[in-house]
């Protein structure tokens, strides 16, 4: 049997459609399914080790995800709280950089938290720092002035009296 437009020596194969047939649909959405879930897993994971690691500074995590687009991301909101003293600071500082850098992969938004934790919280040890040891020295020395001096007595006479 010949066919019109074939060479002689090429058998007849029925030709393939351009179109997936169900079977690699169902493969495919399957694929994506488990991609989603994969990513999802992954997102969830990397924000709860944020809140866990802020702590009192952590808020909830909040997942955004649409499993129809394939979208996942997510955040976790830290509140910026440095305290009122220069140990406060520092300690915070570090809770507050731990926070972002708990993932080994860390977004830009990750980075960006984690540098403006160093940044001010050192910033405002190192001033409050400075400004409790101006106090601490101004009221060791009003200490030592009032003590030096004793209590005040009125002169036994009056200098300015004729």
């Not at 972002?100 to 190192?126: E, K, N, P």
């Amino acid at each position: 049997m010949l066919r019109v437009g074939m060479p002689l020596n090429t058998p007849y194969l029925p030709q393939k459609s351009n179109r997936p047939d169900e079977e690699e649909l169902r493969q495919a959405k399957a694929k994506r399914k488990q991609q989603y879930q994969a990513r999802l897993a992954h997102v969830i994971a990397h924000e709860n080790a944020h809140a866990a690691a802020g702590g009192r500074f952590a808020g909830a995590p909040v997942i955004e995800a649409d499993e129809t687009s394939g979208h996942v991301s997510g955040h976790v909101p830290i509140r910026m709280d440095f305290g009122k003293t220069s140990k406060d600071a520092l300690s915070n500082a570090r809770i507050i950089f731990g926070a972002a850098t708990a993932v080994s992969d860390m977004s830009a938004a990750d980075s960006a938290v984690a540098a403006a934790a160093l940044s001010i919280g050192y910033s405002l040890a190192a001033s409050r720092k400075i400004q409790e040891e101006a106090a601490e020295r101004n009221a060791h020395s009003s200490v030592r002035f009032a003590s030096q001096q004793g209590p005040f007595q009125a002169p036994k006479h009056n200098p300015f009296a004729h």
